[in-house]
């Protein structure tokens, strides 16, 4: 029954920000447990965990990614919001947001579920990086 939706800007230049929307249906963002993930996949290669935003509000990036990264939701709404700055051409992929487990973290930093723990995937959207 939970149901996610990924939107924006399919085409952003070298140098700006990416900025998407994930509206979810059918269950809060707020629920106690789950936590909701950006995970992105380029072309020819596998998923990449960016970062996820849990129902508390508590905040998590990918190392790779956190220096460029911003996750945040409207509970009013129910969406929840990625912001990828500085983007390149290797920031071109299909971006998802998905509903999955608590996030593991270490002293090395945090890493996302497995693709067999999200319960929940939204559709995708491909976001091309090109001037």
């Known amino acids: 029954q939970v149901q996610l939706q990924e939107s924006g800007p399919g085409l952003v230049k070298p140098s700006q920000t990416l900025s998407l929307t994930c509206t979810v249906s059918?269950?809060?963002?707020?629920?106690?447990?789950?936590?909701w993930n950006w995970i992105r996949q380029p072309p020819g290669k596998g998923l990449e965990w960016m970062g996820a935003i849990a129902y508390s509000g508590n905040i998590y990036y990918s190392p790779s990614l956190k220096s460029r990264t911003s996750i945040s939701r409207d509970t009013s709404k129910n969406q929840l919001t990625l912001q990828l700055r500085t983007v390149t051409p290797e920031d071109t992929a299909v971006y998802y947001c998905?509903?999955?487990?608590?996030?593991?973290?270490?002293?090395?930093?945090?890493?996302?579920?497995?693709?067999?723990?999200?319960?929940?995937w939204g559709q995708g959207t491909q976001v091309t990086v090109s001037s």
């Open positions: 059918g269950g809060s963002i707020t629920t106690n447990y789950y936590y």
């Open positions: 998905a509903r999955g487990p608590p996030i593991r973290c270490s002293g090395y930093g945090c890493s996302g579920p497995k693709e067999d723990e999200y319960d929940y």
